[in-house]
């Protein structure tokens, strides 16, 4: 029951929400609540601020999160070596993905597990490459996907490293660009024509780019995603 209690203040700790903990865990609202306040009259003391429209972890549960995260994942190791012996026939197995990859492989890769490996659940969470380091490092994933390009010097002192594929970064223009009729383009080029910057996922490995062949884009806009 204890360990139903930390997945419970662990996913509301995520979400920052009680009601999309309660779907996402499949328990009503008011056991996820029964849960956390159970877990508080257990430590002596508050783990969320409560206000009409947001929810905040307290310091004391900030700190205790990261303990209560190795638990899980120790449990969840627990489980993946019982599988193993098993003939890994059950489990879950937790990936860390950034947004173009969870749109372009994910759904394959998934596709394959399933039909491999029907009884294993797939866990997605979503970030930046600093994301998916930092889930690495505390425990919250069991692998994730990173521009091993950028990070990889970063990784490959704490994690295993294997090579999937080999990608292009692409520059796309507009149709009434005077770019659009140039079979390639170079870096000079780009440097003199007004440059949107995306500032998530491939925002480091395009200033990496800059910094290689010492250009200075002309940044015009910013976009958080771009599709």
Not at 7 to 28: C, R, W
Not at 130 to 138: F, I
Request: glycine share 4%.
């Amino acid at each position: 029951m204890t360990l139903t209690k930390y997945e419970i203040f662990n996913k509301v700790a995520e979400l920052n929400s009680f009601t999309k903990a309660a779907e996402v865990l499949g328990f009503t609202q008011s056991a996820v609540s029964h849960a956390i306040s159970s877990l508080e009259k257990e430590f002596s003391f508050p783990l969320f601020i409560r206000n009409h429209s947001t929810l905040t972890l307290t310091k004391n549960a900030e700190e205790l999160l990261i303990t209560v995260r190795k638990i899980l994942y120790y449990n969840n190791m627990l489980k993946q070596e019982v599988a193993a012996i098993n003939g890994f026939q059950k489990g879950t197995v937790r990936v860390g993905v950034f947004s173009s990859i969870s749109k372009n492989w994910i759904p394959g890769i998934l596709k394959k597990m399933e039909e491999k490996f029907p009884n294993i659940e797939i866990e997605l969470l979503e970030g930046n490459y600093a994301e998916v380091e930092n889930w690495l490092q505390n425990g919250r994933l069991d692998c994730g996907f990173i521009n091993n390009d950028t990070y990889f010097e970063s990784f490959e002192k704490s994690f295993e490293i294997v090579q999937l594929k080999r990608d292009r970064l692409l520059c796309v223009v507009s149709n009434q660009s005077p770019l659009c009729k140039e079979n390639q383009v170079s870096m000079q080029q780009i440097e003199n024509v007004p440059f949107i910057m995306p500032t998530h996922q491939c925002y480091d490995d395009i200033q990496k780019i800059f910094r290689e062949n010492k250009v200075s884009p002309n940044i015009r806009f910013k976009n958080m995603n771009i599709q």
